[in-house]
């Protein structure tokens, strides 16, 4: 089904999540608003499946679980609802009261960037996120180059970011007790795409 979304109406969450059981395309709400989410580049799917291996890899049999685009979390500070391209959630897993398909405790959260959402990514969905206790650690990649921003909690009210740009450096997800080596992460990536426009 195809969801047919009012612009210029002012949804409930409950109206939102709704709506989205019966929707074949993901939507965040934000404010009242459903903003349909776009798909992505094949540089976009693979940088995010890439990620998603590497850590479900190094996290087995460890005290966590990975999901990978289509797993929703809520930040009920402000009330929004999105769906991250990779995130890592602590176990036991937790979930927004009376709902099995909506987590709230994720630890570290990573978005593939492109020139649509990352003014959004960096600014106004990580304030968002920044309200959950449990987040530590958070990846902003970029599909176009290799350039990976590490933005880590070192106290409250207080990160430090770190840059990652050749494939020879290794990220260090201290918060998980992994690395990963940048080549992997971008692996098979066709980086001559570079002036894809989104």
């Keep these: ?23 074949e ?20 799917n693979d940088i995010a499946g890439n990620l998603y291996v590497l850590l479900k ?7 966590y679980r990975v999901f ?3 797993q929703r979390l809520w930040i009920p500070s402000v009330n929004r609802y999105t769906y991250p391209d990779v995130m890592v959630v602590s176990k036991p897993i937790e979930f927004q009261s009376g709902r ?42 970029d599909q176009h180059q290799i350039q990976v921003e590490h933005r880590v909690r070192t106290a409250e009210n207080q990160w430090l970011i770190s840059e990652y740009n050749s494939p020879q450096m290794t990220l260090k997800l201290d918060s998980i007790g992994i690395e990963i080596p940048i080549a992997d992460l971008y692996a098979d990536i066709d980086l001559d795409q570079g002036n894809l426009t989104l």
């Design 1 to 23: 089904m195809i969801l047919q979304i009012e612009p210029t109406k002012i949804y409930t969450s409950v109206e939102y999540l709704t709506l989205e059981l019966e929707s």
């Design 25 to 44: 395309v993901r939507h965040e709400y934000i404010n009242g608003a459903i903003i349909p989410m776009t798909g992505g580049t094949p540089n976009h």
């Design 57 to 63: 890899s190094a996290l087995r049999q460890k005290n």
């Design 68 to 70: 990978y685009v289509d």
């Design 100 to 141: 099995t398909d909506t987590l709230i405790n994720f630890c570290l959260i990573a978005e593939v960037l492109s020139p649509s959402t990352q003014a959004y990514d960096r600014g106004d969905k990580f304030t968002a996120y920044r309200t959950i206790s449990t987040f530590t650690e958070y990846l902003l990649i």
